[in-house]
C-alpha cells in the first residue's frame, strides 16, 4: 500500500492512536493519586523487566500539552486514552477532584486540537485498596461506583467510552500466569476473575446510562485467532480450548450466553460465585466494540501439569515466521480471520480496531529512527482493515498502538511500540518514520 486505499480515507474512516495511563503519565503519587496493583507489582523484585516502574515513564501528566499538539502535527484526529481509576477516587473510594482535574485538562487540550477522545475506564491498574482485587465481587461494583463518577464529571465531554481493556488480560495474565498484577497463579481463580471484570463491565454500563444516554458505551478485547499445530485431534482441541478462554469466556457473556461447560469445570469449587442473574447483567446493550490485534497462536494438546488444567499449550510456528522485537508472528491476515471468526459467532456491534502495531526497537540515528519494520507490518494490516471493509464488515476505525515509546507492561521499557520515540533519560520526543508516513497519508 503506498497511499491509503480510499475507503480507509480520513473522511469516512477515523484514524487515532492509542496510549493507557500507567504506560505513559508516570506522576504516580501527584495529586494524591493511590497506589495501583501495577504499583505495587513493580516494587516487587523479579516482576518487571530491569526493575523499572511506571513512576516516571513518559511523563505524560505533565508533558500531555506538547503531546496533544505532537498528535495533532501528525494528523490524528482521534485519541484513546485510559483513565487511571487511582487518580479518580481516594483511598475511601470518594471523588479526589485533584487527580480529575488533570483529565479536565488533557481534554480541553484535545478539544483545542480539534482531536476527539475515546477513553477507557479501566487498562488495568486497579486501585491497590481495594480488597481482593478482581477475586472479589465487590470490586465489581466499586467499578460501577468510579464509572458513575466519570459520568457525572466528565460525561460531557466524552463521546464514547469503553469500560474495560482486554479482560482477558487482567484475569489470565494476572491470576493464571502470574505475569502481570497481581502476580496470582492459580487457574481457577482467573476465571474466578474474568467473571467479576465482566460483571464490572455490566454495571459499569447501567451506572452511566442511569446518570446519561448520549454516550456511546462498549468495550475493548483482544480476542484469539489461535490455529493448531498440525491436523491432529489433539491439537485442534487445544486450539479450541484457546479460543474458549480468550473468546468465549468473555463474548458469551456480553450477548446473554452462559459459559461454555469446560470453561465451568476449570472453575471448579468457585463456580458458586456466578450468582443467577449475572448473565444478564453482562449482557447490557453494546453500542460499539474496540478489538486489539497484534498476531495469531498456535497451539498444541497441553504438555504439561498446568497446561493440563488451561487445555493447551502455546508453540512458535513450525517454519521460521517473521516476528517483531517481542517476538510475536507478523500474521496480518489473522486480522480479517478473527474478526470474521467473531462475526460468524456474534451479533457484533459496530467495530472499532482499538489497537494494533508492533514493537520495532529501532534507535535513534542521526536524529531520525527508521522504524522500516514497523512501517510494513502497519501497511499490511491497514490492508486488511481494507479488505474487511470492502466485504462489508462495520469497521469504523483505526488507532496505532502506540503514540509514544512507553512502560510497556512486564517488558518495562525494552520494547518500543511508538510511532514516536522517546529517550527515557531525556524526554525528547523524536516522531519516526512511521508516524511521518501516516501523517503524509492524513494530511494528504
Ligand atoms: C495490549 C495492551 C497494551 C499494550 C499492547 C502492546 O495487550 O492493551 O497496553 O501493552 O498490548
Not at 11 to 29: D, K, L, P, Y
Not at 179 to 204: E, K, N, T
Not at 240 to 252: I, Q, V, W, Y
Not at 260 to 275: D, M, N, T
Amino acid at each position: 500500500m503506498q497511499s491509503l486505499d480510499p475507503l480507509l480515507s480520513p473522511a469516512r474512516f477515523e484514524w487515532g492512536c492509542a496510549t493507557s495511563a500507567f504506560q505513559i503519565e508516570g506522576a504516580s503519587t501527584a495529586n494524591g493519586k493511590v497506589p495501583s496493583i501495577w504499583d505495587s507489582f513493580c516494587a516487587e523484585s523479579g516482576r518487571i523487566r530491569d526493575g523499572n516502574d511506571g513512576s516516571v515513564a513518559c511523563d505524560h501528566f505533565h508533558r500531555f500539552a506538547d503531546d496533544v499538539k505532537l498528535m495533532a502535527d501528525l494528523g490524528l484526529r482521534h485519541y484513546r486514552f485510559s483513565i487511571a481509576w487511582p487518580r479518580i477516587t481516594r483511598a475511601d473510594n470518594t471523588l479526589n477532584a485533584a487527580g480529575l482535574d488533570f483529565y479536565k485538562r488533557l481534554l480541553d487540550a484535545l478539544e483545542h486540537h480539534g482531536i476527539t477522545p475515546n477513553a477507557t475506564l479501566f487498562h488495568w491498574d486497579l486501585p491497590a485498596h481495594l480488597s481482593g482485587g478482581w477475586l472479589n465481587r465487590e470490586t465489581a461494583y466499586r467499578f460501577a461506583d468510579y464509572a458513575e463518577l466519570i459520568a457525572r464529571h466528565l460525561g460531557d465531554r466524552l463521546p464514547r467510552v469503553a469500560t474495560l481493556n482486554e479482560p482477558w488480560c487482567s484475569a489470565f495474565l494476572g491470576y493464571d500466569l502470574g505475569v502481570f498484577a497481581p502476580g496470582v497463579q492459580d487457574r481457577a481463580q482467573s476465571l474466578v476473575a474474568a467473571h467479576h471484570l465482566m460483571l464490572a463491565h455490566g454495571l459499569g454500563l447501567q451506572a452511566w446510562r442511569a446518570v446519561r444516554s448520549d454516550t456511546m458505551l462498549g468495550i475493548v478485547l483482544n480476542p484469539e485467532l489461535c490455529d493448531p499445530a498440525t491436523p491432529d485431534g489433539g491439537d485442534a482441541q487445544a486450539a479450541r480450548m484457546a479460543e474458549l478462554e480468550r473468546n468465549d469466556c468473555f463474548l458469551n457473556p456480553l450477548f446473554g450466553q452462559e459459559w461454555p461447560e469446560e470453561l465451568i469445570h476449570q472453575i471448579g469449587p468457585h463456580a458458586h460465585v456466578r450468582h443467577a442473574g449475572d448473565t444478564a447483567i453482562c449482557a447490557q446493550q453494546l453500542d460499539f466494540m474496540g478489538l486489539n490485534y497484534y498476531t495469531r497462536s498456535i497451539a498444541q494438546a497441553p504438555q504439561s501439569v498446568r497446561d493440563k488444567e488451561r487445555g493447551y499449550t502455546f508453540v512458535p510456528p513450525q517454519e521460521p515466521k517473521p516476528l517483531t522485537d517481542i517476538g510475536w508472528e507478523i500474521y496480518p491476515e489473522g486480522l480479517t480471520r478473527v474478526v470474521q471468526n467473531l462475526l460468524a459467532q456474534w451479533p457484533l456491534p459496530a467495530l472499532w480496531i482499538t489497537e494494533n502495531g508492533a514493537a520495532d526497537n529501532t534507535e535513534v540515528a542521526h536524529g531520525s529512527v527508521d522504524d522500516g519494520m514497523r512501517c510494513d507490518y502497519l501497511r499490511a494490516h491497514f490492508a486488511e482493515v481494507a479488505r474487511l471493509r470492502s466485504a462489508g464488515v462495520d469497521i469504523r476505525g483505526y488507532y496505532v498502538w502506540s503514540l509514544l515509546d512507553n512502560f510497556e507492561w512486564a517488558h518495562g521499557y525494552s520494547q518500543r511500540f511508538g510511532i514516536v520515540h522517546v529517550d527515557f533519560a531525556t524526554q525528547k520526543r523524536t516522531p519516526k518514520r512511521s508516524a511521518l508516513m501516516l501523517q503524509g497519508w492524513l494530511r494528504a
